[in-house]
């Protein structure tokens, strides 16, 4: 009967508990002390696979079906009866009380009740609520929600509701538009008893409310919807950043970059695109000469507009030759590859008559509207088609000398109901039903291409959309946003919410890409605000002349540009020790105040920022303004330059389009800078700067390697652990280096401190 429906216990494990009604099946896993996962399927239905779930870190590891247990650590709960069901107290304390009657469960934390299924349903067990599967659960009025991906607007998604699913939205508005390009329906909820992390295993389109809808027969409410067969959800507990912590661990190790990939990247698509690409090419080789610029990367197209792997012979006649002249300057190329081969692409025949791209019923390739016409999507879950595209990445582009892609246009924006997939072998299946994990095909397929010509080398690929398993292989950045400063303000909310999603390495394009002409103000402080971000890439055009905008776009700016470059070089040490620790620890490059202070003071939607773990950083993101309030939160004190300040306290700044960015250091760290001579041919000088306490101890560390293999894993490496006694007439520095790469450090104080430095080697 509907609206009633009582479970029996039917299995069980120390580690699992299966209940069933009729033909539906409610499955509790207790994945860690912290973690359960509850799972609502039919029985005899198939369940779709996932790749978001890899407890063992391997980046491109096969499809999992979404019930497995392997990998996991497990709790073992304890368990009692109650009268309406049982009570399951997992190791954390956690106690989760189970209703057998119509399967609710609430979750109850030091005796109050976090949230809990919403009363009488909470699932659509029997079609009450329409078509799909549906999960309804308790909300508080004032609670607040972070995550969902590259979500929209202020860091707090409360009060709103939003699509998980991708698509291609140029010029879309930062501060409202929905959805955007990931699809990662994970997100932490604050409320008057604690945190707790919820995450939707699934490919499926879906659907978050927040609030926005009421209705007069339940209590206040938020819910899930998704097109999907079955709901499986991961419920993870304990503060903002264990929950995150925990996720990215669920879900797989972060990628880490190479070195050179934090240096000032380049776009230049116009460029291959121009009559004259040689001439651009060689222009901005002998711009960066000309104004003393540093750039490691630069990323374009092969020339043939719209036709991936087509390198355009006229304008590149010897590709190899060309990418050669780049590297032998330490500037690598990083070519757009997209997914989708337009109908006059010169291989499109010949890849529909071998059968690889996406289908209708009939068989025929399924065509859609792409970029510049119509066209079809390579169908990833076809063997054929996944080995066809690591052949042509490496054939066209790696053979040629390449070591990067730039994995765009991969949302696979199908939605007709009518196109199938291969279904990985295992029968074919609804292309929409798994859009982001074709995503994630196509760039593990680009990843494993790199990793096999490139054994020795950590591959680089950067991907425009994604479920969380990219994480696992590439950067991503925000997308094709617009160049105002409306869109600079949210932006800076987005990535944000990007880092409270588990992508921490990511960046925007600096410039804004769609719209007019950047001014000089807003160019220089999309530079300043990018100056912290993990991806530094200027990607821009002039909508006049359709041309790239480089650093030099604004003649009399230059030298601030030069300013924040150089600026961006010193961090890098810095910035890629954190990145190490990002991948080592799950914690991400840039995050809210409020993940690591508990500070009521905090305002989450604020223009500052942590940089790694000690850095706070505060940008200007509007238009005519100079002077901003940075809040330093309670429970540490922070140096700008060598003036201490308390925490807890408002510090004025004034930060000019035109200068350099001011940041604050966290007092009890040991800060590595690059204090060595900047320039198109940069030299490198080592400097760690003591910022002590007043009195007191506290430890440091600094990773560093080769910059671009795996060898770091087996410690051929520099690990500096530096151990700092503060006293009031001396600051006494010990140092040991647990890595096998041998470094003598330069250690000074921080300017103003006038008392002795003593420094002893620990090795």
């Not at 497990?74 to 109650?82: G, M």
């Not at 690591?596 to 790694?612: A, K, P």
């Not at 940008?619 to 540490?636: F, H, Q, R, T």
Request: negative net charge; contains cysteine.
């Amino acid at each position: 009967m509907k609206f009633n429906h009582n479970f029996d216990l039917v299995e069980y494990t120390n580690n699992y508990r299966l209940y069933a009604c009729d033909d539906v099946n409610a499955r509790l896993d207790f994945v860690e002390e912290n973690i359960v996962r509850v799972a609502i399927y039919r029985h005899g239905e198939d369940i779709l696979p996932t790749f978001c779930i890899n407890p063992y870190g391997q980046p491109n590891s096969p499809a999992r079906n979404r019930l497995d247990t392997e990998g996991f650590h497990f709790d073992t709960p304890e368990v009692e009866e109650t009268v309406n069901g049982e009570k399951i107290t997992l190791g954390s304390g956690i106690e989760i009380d189970v209703d057998f009657h119509n399967f609710l469960l609430s979750f109850i934390d030091d005796g109050e009740v976090l949230f809990e299924d919403r009363r009488p349903l909470s699932y659509n067990l029997e079609n009450e609520f329409g078509r799909g599967y549906y999960h309804y659960i308790s909300r508080e009025e004032d609670e607040k929600i972070f995550g969902l991906g590259d979500k929209s607007g202020f860091m707090d998604k409360s009060g709103r509701s939003f699509r998980i699913e991708a698509t291609d939205a140029m010029g879309y508005d930062a501060e409202a538009s929905d959805p955007l390009y990931k699809h990662i329906p994970f997100y932490i909820c604050e409320n008057s008893v604690g945190d707790y992390g919820v995450f939707y295993d699934t490919s499926a389109a879906c659907y978050m409310d927040f609030g926005v809808e009421i209705n007069n027969y339940y209590q206040p409410y938020k819910f899930f919807k998704t097109e999907d067969n079955c709901i499986v959800y991961y419920v993870i507990f304990g503060s903002k950043l264990e929950i995150l912590r925990s996720f990215a661990r669920l879900c797989g190790k972060q990628a880490f970059p190479p070195k050179w990939s934090f240096d000032f990247c380049a776009s230049a698509t116009e460029y291959a695109y121009a009559e004259n690409t040689d001439e651009k090419m060689q222009g901005f080789v002998d711009s960066l000469k000309k104004y003393d610029l540093s750039c490691s990367g630069l990323y374009s197209s092969i020339g043939d507009k719209g036709c991936v792997f087509n390198w355009n012979t006229e304008k590149f006649p010897d590709p190899a030759k060309f990418v050669n002249s780049l590297e032998e300057k330490d500037i690598h190329f990083i070519p757009n590859i997209k997914p989708a081969f337009l109908l006059t692409h010169p291989m499109y025949d010949s890849i529909a008559d071998r059968g690889l791209f996406v289908k209708n019923d009939d068989g025929t390739p399924f065509v859609t509207q792409l970029w510049d016409g119509l066209g079809s999507y390579l169908d990833f879950t076809n063997k054929d088609a996944y080995d066809f595209w690591c052949t042509q990445v490496t054939e066209k582009l790696l053979d040629n000398g390449i070591v990067a892609t730039w994995n765009d246009n991969n949302e696979f924006d199908i939605k007709d109901s009518g196109a199938t997939v291969n279904g990985f072998g295992f029968g074919k299946i609804k292309a929409r039903d798994v859009r982001p994990a074709l995503t994630y095909l196509m760039v593990k397929a680009s990843y494993e291409a790199q990793k096999k010509k490139h054994p020795e080398l950590r591959p680089f690929l950067s991907t425009r959309s994604g479920n969380i398993a990219v994480r696992r292989m590439a950067q991503t950045w925000s997308g094709d946003n617009m160049t105002s400063f409306h869109d600079l303000y949210y932006c800076h909310y987005i990535g944000l919410t990007l880092s409270m999603s588990g992508m921490f390495f990511f960046g925007h394009d600096l410039g804004g890409f769609v719209g007019d002409m950047p001014s000089k103000e807003l160019f220089l402080r999309w530079l300043q605000h990018g100056l912290f971000e993990p991806r530094f890439t200027v990607r821009c055009h002039d909508t006049d002349v359709m041309d790239a905008v480089m650093p030099w776009k604004y003649e009399d700016v230059v030298g601030s540009v030069r300013d924040i470059f150089a600026q961006r070089k010193q961090l890098v040490p810095y910035l890629y020790s954190s990145a190490y620790n990002s991948v080592s620890y799950d914690e991400p490059m840039n995050a809210p105040l409020f993940l690591y202070y508990d500070d009521e003071d905090i305002e989450e939607d604020c223009e500052s920022f942590l940089v790694g773990r000690d850095v706070l950083a505060t940008c200007v993101l509007d238009e005519g303004i100079e002077n901003i309030s940075a809040y330093l939160p309670e429970g540490d004190d922070w140096y700008l330059g060598s003036k201490l300040y308390k925490g807890g306290q408002n510090v004025s700044l004034h930060i000019p389009p035109t200068s350099k960015m001011p940041y604050f250091v966290r007092s009890g760290c040991v800060f590595p800078t690059d204090e060595g001579k900047y320039g198109f041919e940069n030299e490198q000088k080592l400097v760690f700067t003591v910022y002590p306490q007043e009195t007191g101890f506290f430890q440091s560390s600094f990773f560093d390697d080769d910059g671009k293999s795996f060898e770091y894993k087996k410690n051929d490496c520099t690990r500096l652990i530096f151990s700092v006694v503060c006293e009031k007439d001396k600051v006494s520095v010990f140092y040991k280096n647990i890595g096998k790469v041998r470094l003598a450090p330069n250690i000074k104080l921080v300017d103003g401190d006038d008392r002795k430095l003593i420094i002893e080697s620990r090795d």
